[in-house]
Each structure stands twice: as structure tokens, then as C-alpha cells.
């Protein structure tokens, strides 16, 4: 059967709507945005034969909307196809709100954190894949790959950094008790101000969710790739997490910087594809910004056995490495 979002629209109430496109993200997946009179709705179109599986995003929709969370309502579905109609949250984005007053970072911050507060008092839903310590070792291969052989790979390097990183993962990260949804961060959350309490922050883009430590979903939010949040900030919300779960703070700390790491050179990784493989050349501006959460992490003690290696082995991120990664955009196959 031949896709198409005419068809699929013509199966429900919304086939006479306007169309226009939103801006999507670093996936295959595309996003419209639907009006008919004073109504709104969201196309999402994730084309099966690159990849894309909606499947996991209305099964995840389910369980957080279950807890009194804020994804969007599926209004209708064609699985096979890849197209979903969601329920339009609008365009209060965390990162434009603080971007336009920075007055409001603290209490949107305590809303997002709320939300995960929330989320953990639940386990994780029966089968969710867990993000465990040997699964997030091998997604920092692109770290080396990329970021480190712009296109060559590095297995060597990989493997020995992999055994010292592992033992470190399964002594402070092993843990796979809740729900992760992994791209939590200032641009995948919608302020809802008609909504009370965690159901205020609109949730997108959670897919890929695991089931994985407490912390990980913290430092996604609080070391933000796209954005800068002030170290008082990123320690006040960690604050207010602990004093509203309880969890044991040296413990918790540590587990956090060592998610940080992992995240930040597996994203080191990432962004740096984008742009050499996928031409996206204005992810290399982030680089920058995602080396300081490597220093930043790695001055815990627990990732002191890891600084000497990362230190010898990595270029840093300064703007002339970035401009050598920007010249080669577009230009270097899949290893």
C-alpha cells in the first residue's frame, strides 16, 4: 500500500484541515500541524522503511497519561503506515519561556522535575527494554567513530575505554527500576498552564523510553545539550528531587555523574554524525557546550580512573576542532 497522509486523513475528522509543517528533529520522523475553524491537531509521519515505529510512542502515551501525566491523546492512528494524529499542546516551549523571561526557569525547572518525581513513583511498565550498564557503553561507540575518527572507526580505543567505563556503569548505574524516556529535556516540554501540577509540563518525543536509573532523565534535563543551565539551577532542582524522593544523596550524585558522562560523549558522538554524515553542520555549535558537561562530570571521584584516558585520547571541543568538523559536513560515509 502506498503511504499517504491524504488518505490516512480522510479516515477521520480532520480531512478538510490546513496543513502546515513543524519544525521536527534529528529522526526521520516529519510533523504537521492541522487547523480546521478554531480546532488544532499534530500529523506525526514516521515512515516505516527508515525506521520508524509509532507503536512504542501511543503504548508509552498510555502509561504516562495513566499516571496523571501530560502526553499527547492519540486521536488517531494507522500503525502500519506511520502516521499518528495527536492532540496539539501548542508552542509554549520550556527553552523559548526562559529564553524570553528569565524570571520563570526556576518554577517551569520545579514543574519538568515534578514530572519525574511522578514518573518514579511507579515502576517501569512490563516490557520496556532496560537501559542497562552494557547497553550504555556500547552507545558511546559513536564517540569514537565520529567525534574522535570523523568517520573512521576507532575499535581499539572503544574497547579499552569500555573496560574501564563498564565496571563504573554497573557499580553506580545499575539499576533499571523506572521508566526513562531519554530526550527529556527543554525542547520536548510544552507548558501547559490550564493544568495542575506535573501534568502542566506536556511531554513529547519520549519513543525510545527504557527502563533505567532514577537520574538519568535529570541530567538530560538539567545538562542540556541545546541550552545552558546554571550550575545552581541544575543544583537546586537535583535538591529538590532528592528532598522529595528521599533517595540517598552521595549515592544519587554519583550515579548522576556518571549518566552525565555516558550521555554527553555518546552525544559528542551523535551531533558530530549529524553533521559529517548528514550534513547538519549547525549541530557542531553545540559541541562546545557538551565538552564543559564532560569536564563538569568527570571532577566527580567516582569517574577519576576515567579523566586520564578521555583527556589523552579526546580533542577538545575548541572552536578550531569545531571548524575542521564543520568543513567536512556532508562529506564522510557511514564507517
Given at each position: 500500500?502506498?503511504?499517504?497522509?491524504?488518505?490516512?486523513?480522510?479516515?477521520?475528522?480532520?480531512?478538510?484541515?490546513?496543513?502546515?509543517?513543524?519544525?521536527?528533529?534529528?529522526?526521520?520522523?516529519?510533523?504537521?500541524?492541522?487547523?480546521?475553524?478554531?480546532?488544532s491537531?499534530?500529523?506525526?509521519?514516521?515512515?516505516?522503511?527508515?525506521?520508524?515505529d509509532?507503536?512504542?510512542?501511543?503504548?508509552?502515551?498510555?502509561?504516562?497519561?495513566?499516571?496523571?501525566?501530560?502526553?499527547?491523546?492519540?486521536l488517531?492512528?494507522?500503525?502500519?503506515?506511520?502516521?499518528?494524529?495527536?492532540?496539539?499542546?501548542?508552542?509554549?516551549?520550556?527553552?523559548?519561556?526562559?529564553?524570553?523571561?528569565?524570571?520563570?526557569?526556576?518554577?517551569?525547572y520545579?514543574?519538568?522535575?515534578?514530572?519525574?518525581?511522578?514518573?518514579?513513583?511507579?515502576?517501569?511498565?512490563?516490557?520496556?527494554?532496560?537501559?542497562?550498564?552494557?547497553?550504555?557503553?556500547?552507545?558511546?561507540?559513536?564517540?569514537?567513530?565520529?567525534?574522535?575518527?570523523?568517520?573512521?572507526?576507532?575499535?581499539?580505543?572503544?574497547?579499552?575505554?569500555?573496560?574501564?567505563?563498564?565496571?563504573?556503569?554497573?557499580?553506580?548505574?545499575?539499576?533499571?527500576?523506572?521508566?526513562?524516556?531519554?530526550?527529556?529535556?527543554?525542547?520536548?516540554?510544552?507548558?501547559?498552564?490550564?493544568?495542575?501540577?506535573?501534568?502542566?509540563m506536556?511531554?513529547?518525543?519520549?519513543?525510545?523510553?527504557?527502563a533505567?536509573?532514577?537520574?538519568?532523565?535529570?541530567?538530560?534535563?538539567?545538562?542540556?545539550?541545546?541550552?545552558?543551565?546554571?550550575?545552581?539551577?541544575?543544583?537546586q532542582?537535583?535538591?529538590?528531587?532528592?528532598?522529595?524522593?528521599?533517595?540517598?544523596?552521595?549515592?544519587?550524585?554519583?550515579?548522576?555523574?556518571?549518566?552525565?558522562?555516558?550521555?554527553?560523549?555518546?552525544?559528542?558522538?551523535?551531533?558530530?554524525r549529524?553533521?559529517?554524515?548528514?550534513?547538519?553542520?549547525?549541530?557542531?555549535?553545540?559541541?562546545?557546550?557538551?565538552?564543559?558537561?564532560?569536564?563538569?562530570?568527570?571532577?566527580?571521584?567516582?569517574?577519576?580512573?576515567?579523566?586520564?584516558?578521555?583527556?589523552?585520547?579526546?580533542?577538545?571541543?575548541?572552536?578550531?576542532?569545531?571548524?575542521?568538523?564543520?568543513?567536512?559536513?556532508?562529506?564522510?560515509?557511514?564507517?
Amino acid at each position: 500500500m502506498t503511504r499517504s497522509i491524504p488518505a490516512f486523513l480522510a479516515t477521520t475528522d480532520w480531512a478538510d484541515a490546513t496543513r502546515r509543517p513543524l519544525a521536527g528533529d534529528a529522526s526521520n520522523r516529519r510533523y504537521e500541524r492541522l487547523h480546521m475553524g478554531d480546532s488544532s491537531a499534530v500529523l506525526m509521519d514516521a515512515p516505516p522503511d527508515r525506521g520508524e515505529d509509532v507503536r512504542p510512542f501511543v503504548q508509552i502515551a498510555g502509561h504516562l497519561n495513566a499516571l496523571g501525566l501530560s502526553a499527547p491523546a492519540i486521536l488517531a492512528a494507522d500503525p502500519e503506515n506511520g502516521f499518528l494524529l495527536l492532540e496539539d499542546f501548542g508552542d509554549a516551549l520550556l527553552a523559548r519561556l526562559v529564553a524570553d523571561d528569565p524570571a520563570v526557569q526556576i518554577p517551569l525547572y520545579t514543574a519538568a522535575t515534578d514530572v519525574l518525581i511522578t514518573l518514579h513513583r511507579s515502576p517501569a511498565p512490563a516490557g520496556v527494554e532496560a537501559f542497562t550498564p552494557t547497553v550504555m557503553s556500547d552507545l558511546i561507540a559513536p564517540l569514537w567513530d565520529w567525534y574522535l575518527g570523523q568517520g573512521t572507526v576507532q575499535p581499539q580505543l572503544q574497547k579499552q575505554f569500555s573496560t574501564l567505563f563498564l565496571p563504573i556503569l554497573q557499580q553506580y548505574a545499575n539499576n533499571t527500576s523506572v521508566m526513562i524516556l531519554r530526550d527529556y529535556h527543554a525542547e520536548n516540554l510544552i507548558h501547559l498552564p490550564d493544568r495542575a501540577g506535573a501534568a502542566q509540563m506536556g511531554l513529547l518525543d519520549f519513543q525510545d523510553a527504557k527502563a533505567g536509573h532514577v537520574a538519568y532523565d535529570l541530567v538530560s534535563l538539567l545538562q542540556d545539550a541545546r541550552r545552558d543551565v546554571a550550575p545552581e539551577v541544575e543544583a537546586q532542582m537535583i535538591d529538590h528531587y532528592l528532598s522529595e524522593t528521599g533517595i540517598e544523596r552521595d549515592s544519587f550524585t554519583a550515579a548522576y555523574a556518571t549518566l552525565g558522562l555516558q550521555r554527553n560523549l555518546r552525544i559528542l558522538g551523535v551531533l558530530t554524525r549529524l553533521c559529517l554524515h548528514g550534513g547538519k553542520a549547525h549541530y557542531v555549535d553545540f559541541l562546545p557546550r557538551v565538552w564543559g558537561y564532560v569536564l563538569r562530570d568527570l571532577d566527580h571521584p567516582a569517574l577519576a580512573p576515567l579523566a586520564p584516558f578521555l583527556i589523552q585520547n579526546l580533542p577538545a571541543a575548541t572552536p578550531e576542532y569545531c571548524a575542521t568538523l564543520k568543513a567536512k559536513a556532508g562529506t564522510c560515509p557511514t564507517p
